[in-house]
């Protein structure tokens, strides 16, 4: 059985319904995690994406800022959300696909808003670099005392990591997303817990990976200054079930749309 599990930083799940809907209506994934819904749990629009055949939605969010939701069309069990750095936002949410899905024994899906990390790459300078340093460190502790058995991790982690994830590693080794510290905490925290970057495992390098394009370039799709910032891993026990990484980039085009484009990973149960 084919299960296929859409990540998306919507960046305002009310602004952008439509967005998510056509998603849904264009490329049907099985699954969809949103994050940076930006929405507070009591207005949340669940009865549209009912409408859309998702009838299975968890989520948690707070007015304004963060915000994480999973939508499927398969029944999702044991909802779960953790808090990191003694904060309450609202960036992280998880969900157990069951037999309905293929998963005979369940398998764990965790959905990810790392903190974007503000301007200036120094902890001691930016509170915000901190409080995202703070943050992967935390995921790394979680990562290795995570509970075994088959696991799906994604979301907008916020980090480029390799080389050919960015347009020029060489000008961006300064920029909050791809600076050493943070590339090398993610690639460590993922090592150390045996994560799959399914994308990576696929497409290996030098082959260049973007799911991210700032507004403020005013022809994006023609200077492609993207970043790989939103990922889907896996535990070792799905690795040969990865059949497909997409990023749906047509999206970004789309008016009024997310900095992120949607990314789809397809596996065979």
Known sequence: MRLSVTTWNINSVRLRIDLVLRVLAEHKPDVLCLQETKCPDDAFPLKAL??????????AGQKGYNGVAILSRFPLHTRGVMGFCEK???????AVLGPEAGAASGIALHDFYVP???????????????????FLAELRAWGGKRAAGPAILVGDLNVAPLE????????????????????EALETLRGEAGWIDTARHL???????????????????????????????????????????????????????????????????
């Open 164 to 183: 050919h994830d960015v347009w020029s590693h060489k000008q961006l080794l300064d920029v909050v997303s791809h600076t050493p510290i943070e590339t």
């Open 88 to 94: 309450q936002d609202a960036r992280h949410i998880s």
């Open 203 to 269: 497409v290996p390098e030098p082959e260049k990976i973007y799911t991210w394009w700032s507004y403020r370039s005013p022809d994006w799709s023609a200077a492609n200054k993207g970043r790989r910032l939103d990922h889907a891993w896996v535990s070792p026990d799905l690795a040969g079930t990865v059949r497909s990484v997409e990023v749906l980039r047509d999206a970004r085009g789309w008016e009024r749309p997310s900095d992120h484009a949607p990314v789809t990973l397809t596996l065979e149960l």
């Open 50 to 59: 009912r409408g859309s055949g998702y009838e299975h939605v968890m989520f």
């Open 116 to 134: 974007a990390g503000g301007d200036v790459p120094d902890r001691d300078l930016n509170p915000k670099f901190a409080h995202k340093l703070d």
